[in-house]
C-alpha cells in the first residue's frame, strides 16, 4: 500500500470517529435513551466503515465490539461473550469441510464433466457454468466456489478470445451463479447462519437446515434461468461452438470418494436431523475430514477466512446492542412514520434497502445492519411476520449483481479482466431489481402457503 493509500485511508477512518462524536455530542432524542442513540451512532460508523473499507473488515468487525464497553453502553465481558455463537461454529465447521473437498480435487474433476455435459452451444455452456455455481454454493461459501472454479471455467473458455461477449457471460455466469446458489442452504454464505442465528435468539423460533432450503429453493429456481436469459440478451454471442478441451482422464482416487463421502453426508444429515443442531452436525462432518485423513490442521489455518469470523462478531454485537437498547424499534417507528403500517409496503422496502445496502458493502454487514432494524419493525407492526421480514432480509442481501464491492464472487471474476464495471452494472440492474420483485413475490405466495405467515 502506498504512502497515499495509508493517508486516504486514515482520512476515512478519522472521519468515521468523527460520526461517533457528532452523535456522542449531540442532545437524545426523544423515546430513546443514550445506549440507543449511541448504538444508532455505531451503526452509522459501522455503515462508513463498511462502505470506504478504511479498516479491513475482520478489523472493522474487532473494533465494533470494543466500543459498546467504552461508550459504558455494555460490560467488556458481555460483548465478548457475543462471539461464542453457534452460527460461528456453523462458519468455522463449512469451511473446514470445503477445505477437504478442495484438497481432495474432486471438485475439479465434478466441474470439468459436468461442463462437459452442456455440450458445445455458447448458450447452453453458459446455463451449465450458472448451474455449477449454484449447485457448488449450496455446499460452501460462495466466494470459496468462485475461487475454485474460475480456472476450470477459463479453460473452457479458451479458444474464443474473438468472441468478447461470451468471454464476459462466462465469467459474470459463474459469479451470479454463486451469489444465486449461496442463498439456497445454510452453508452457502455467512449471512445465512447469521441470521437463524439472530433469529432464534431474539425470538426463539429455530430454523433447521431443511426449512430454511425450502423456503429459499423457490427463489433460487425462479432467478437462475431469469439470469441466464438476462446473460444471453444483453451479452448475445458470435461464437456457434465452444472448442472441446480434451483433458487427461484419470481413475477417482481414494482421498476424492472419502471427502465426497463426508460432504454427502454431512448435507444428508442436515437435512434429516437438522433440528438437534446444524453446528452441532457441522462439527461432527468436519471432524470426518480429519479422521478420514483428507486434510490436516495446516489446510485449515490456509482455507479459513478468519477476517469473515471477526466481521461476524461485529455484526453480533451490533445487532444486539440495537435490539437491547431500544434503537431498532425507536428506528421502526420512524421508518411506519414515513411509510405507513402496510406490512406488505414495509416488506418491500425492507428488501429494497437491503439490496441497496449489501451493493455498497459485506453482504453480512448489510443483513447485520438491516435485521434488527426489520425485527423492530414486526415489533411494531404485529402482521409483519418476524420470520418473513428475516429470511427476506437475508435473502436479500445475497443478491449483490451490479458493483464489483457488493460481493467477493464479482471482484474475483473481475480480477481476470473477461469484463469491465460497466458490464457487470449493465446486467446487475436489472438482476437487481428483478430479484428485489422474485424474493417479494415468493414471500407473498409461496411462503404464505407454506404457512410460514
Not at 478470445?161 to 454464505?189: F, H, P, Q, W
Request: hydrophobic share 55%.
Amino acid at each position: 500500500m502506498s504512502i497515499k493509500d495509508i493517508k486516504v485511508k486514515r482520512n476515512l477512518f478519522l472521519i468515521s470517529l468523527s460520526i461517533l462524536l457528532i452523535f456522542y455530542l449531540s442532545p437524545t432524542p426523544a423515546g430513546l435513551g443514550y445506549s440507543g442513540k449511541m448504538m444508532i451512532g455505531i451503526m452509522f460508523f459501522a455503515v462508513f466503515l463498511f462502505v470506504t473499507e478504511a479498516l479491513p473488515l475482520g478489523m472493522s468487525g474487532i473494533l465494533i465490539m470494543a466500543l459498546p464497553p467504552i461508550l459504558g453502553i455494555y460490560d467488556s465481558r458481555e460483548v465478548f461473550g457475543f462471539f461464542g455463537n453457534e452460527a460461528i461454529f456453523l462458519l468455522i465447521s463449512a469451511f473446514i469441510i470445503a477445505a477437504g473437498f478442495q484438497k481432495s480435487g474432486l471438485h475439479r474433476r465434478t466441474a470439468v464433466r459436468f461442463l462437459k455435459r452442456f455440450g458445445k452451444s455458447p448458450k447452453i455452456f453458459i446455463l451449465g457454468i450458472l448451474l455449477l455455481g449454484a449447485s457448488f454454493s449450496f455446499m460452501m461459501s460462495e466466494h470459496a466456489v468462485v475461487a475454485l472454479m474460475i480456472p476450470i471455467v477459463a479453460f473452457s473458455l479458451m479458444g474464443v478470445y474473438e468472441d468478447e461477449n461470451l468471454r464476459k457471460a462466462g465469467m459474470i455466469a459463474l459469479a451470479y451463479g454463486c451469489s444465486v446458489g449461496s442463498i439456497g442452504t445454510l452453508l452457502g454464505g455467512a449471512r445465512n447462519p447469521y441470521a437463524v442465528s439472530f433469529i432464534s435468539e431474539s425470538t426463539g423460533t429455530r430454523i433447521t437446515f431443511l426449512q430454511w432450503s425450502l423456503m429459499a429453493l423457490p427463489i433460487v429456481l425462479v432467478m437462475l434461468p431469469i439470469v441466464w436469459l438476462l446473460l444471453i440478451t444483453i451479452f448475445p454471442t458470435k461464437t456457434e461452438r465452444i472448442p472441446v478441451k480434451k483433458e487427461k482422464k484419470s481413475p477417482v482416487s481414494v482421498v476424492e470418494i472419502k471427502a465426497g463421502s463426508v460432504l454427502l453426508a454431512t448435507v444428508i444429515l442436515l437435512f434429516i436431523f437438522g433440528n438437534i443442531g446444524t453446528a452441532v452436525i457441522a462439527i461432527l462432518g468436519a471432524t470426518a475430514m480429519f479422521v478420514f485423513g483428507v486434510i490436516d490442521w495446516k489446510d485449515v489455518e490456509k482455507a479459513i477466512p478468519w477476517g469473515v469470523l471477526l466481521l461476524y462478531g461485529g455484526a453480533i454485537t451490533l445487532g444486539k446492542g440495537m435490539l437491547s437498547t431500544g434503537a431498532t424499534r425507536w428506528m421502526a417507528e420512524g421508518i411506519v412514520m414515513y411509510v405507513g403500517r402496510n406490512p406488505e409496503v414495509l416488506l418491500f422496502v425492507l428488501i429494497v434497502i437491503t439490496v441497496l445496502f449489501t451493493e455498497v458493502m459485506s453482504n453480512t454487514a448489510a443483513v447485520a445492519l438491516m435485521l434488527p432494524i426489520g425485527l423492530g419493525l414486526s415489533a411494531v407492526i404485529p402482521e409483519l411476520n418476524v420470520v418473513v421480514v428475516s429470511m427476506a432480509i437475508a435473502l436479500a442481501g445475497g443478491f449483490a449483481f451490479a458493483l464489483l464491492i457488493g460481493n467477493p464472487g464479482n471482484m474475483i471474476t473481475y480480477s481476470t479482466g473477461y469484463y469491465r464495471q460497466r458490464d457487470l452494472l449493465k446486467i446487475g440492474v436489472f438482476a437487481d431489481i428483478i430479484g428485489i420483485f422474485v424474493i417479494y413475490f415468493v414471500a407473498m405466495t409461496v411462503w404464505k402457503f407454506m404457512g410460514v405467515w
